[in-house]
């Protein structure tokens, strides 16, 4: 599965993109996942599954082949 | 009798006489002459919009300069927004430019609004994109929005056509979020995305294209690539002129030497973030749980708020005004501030 960062998430995680070799999981998994790995704070980004946002509060079912953004409002300008 | 100078655009069959007509009828305010206003600003006065507000109660600095071309070493210390007029006006004489050098507040935002067909957003604060957001709603007015980090811009067309707001595509503030300054940021990056900007109104007044409406460009110059984000759109009956009114009351500040030793402390922090604070009275609440943990709040009290950087303490007032305290400040002072006050004393 595909994992994109965007804006100041990628800064954190170090990366904008990396594959996530994982079946069978759920958006919360994966949610948890990354936010223990990365030490990132739920409130501070936003979720996309295949370029469509997504509220956090549902679980979802995660195919293979989905591709998961995490992204956050940008303040400069 | 159409200006000449518009020949080559009214040539395009999407414009011609009678779009040039629109753009000369249209009255456009843009929050904020920054980055993004140094952009949108020439090329909707070359177009030929025919009013253009500028709103920015900032001055010129010389770290502006790099990005924001309008201004010079001369204009240092000036309005932004009477210099930007004042320079554009010279160049665009047949354009209205009219200039107010204050910030945009829940105070003038609605005024101010109604006497514009469209609100640009080229601010640099999140805070100031719910306001622009929601004085849009109940005047009723489209907004285009463009924000920047780092060599990223994402650009959307809100409220236009019973289209989605900010708020359905962010319906939370962020905790922290970085600014231009705290970031960096390239002048090639926020003019892009001021062009980006002014696109989107050209195309909103002309009646031509498919505008950035549901939906959010985010554009990564580094590598151009640019990905599409849709979001659901809802209604937000929340807004109305007294959230309004309550949401964006001033905000009542107060120093660490000014307050009451039997008042309360709040630190909307969260758990983990440093420095630890020492204080009498204090209490700790993350923002994200003060809404369920508001009982532990007394109302009879003075309250002080205070977090890393101010923002999060602003969000905290609302939240305890919206819930009927009436004693609430927020302090000048950061968490690192009141550490090294404490420090100092100690």
Redesign the interface.
Known sequence: MRITY???IA?ITGK?TEELMIKGETLHEVISYLSSTYNL?S????V?IN???VAMDKDIHLNENDEV?L??????? | MLDRRYTRQMTLPQVGESGQEKLAQARVLIV?A???GNAVLPYLASSGIGTLGVIDGDEVSLCNLHRQVLFSESDIALSKSETACKKLSIQFPAIEFKSYSEFLTGQNALALFRNYDLIV??????EA?YLINDASILTNKPFVH?????F???VAVFNAHQSGSYRC??P?????????AE?G?MPTT?AM?GLYQANEVLKYFLEIGQLLTNEML?V?TL?NRQ??????TQHHDFITPSFFALTYAPIEKIRLGQTKQIGIFLDVR?DEELPFITLENYLRIP??SLTIQLSLVPRNKEIYIFCQSGNRSIDAHHILIENGYTNVYCLHETAAQINQVNSQIS
């Open positions: 965007f804006g100041e800064d904008s704070t409130n501070d980004f936003y996309a370029h469509k946002l953004a992204l956050s409002p940008f303040a400069g300008g | 904020g920054g980055g993004l957003d080229a601010t640099d604060a999140i994109r463009a924000s920047v980090y780092r990223q811009f994402q595509l962010y939370l503030s962020p905790t922290n979020s970085q600014t231009c970031a940021v926020v995305a985010l990564d590598t990905t599409h984000f849709a979001y659901d969260n923002l994200a």
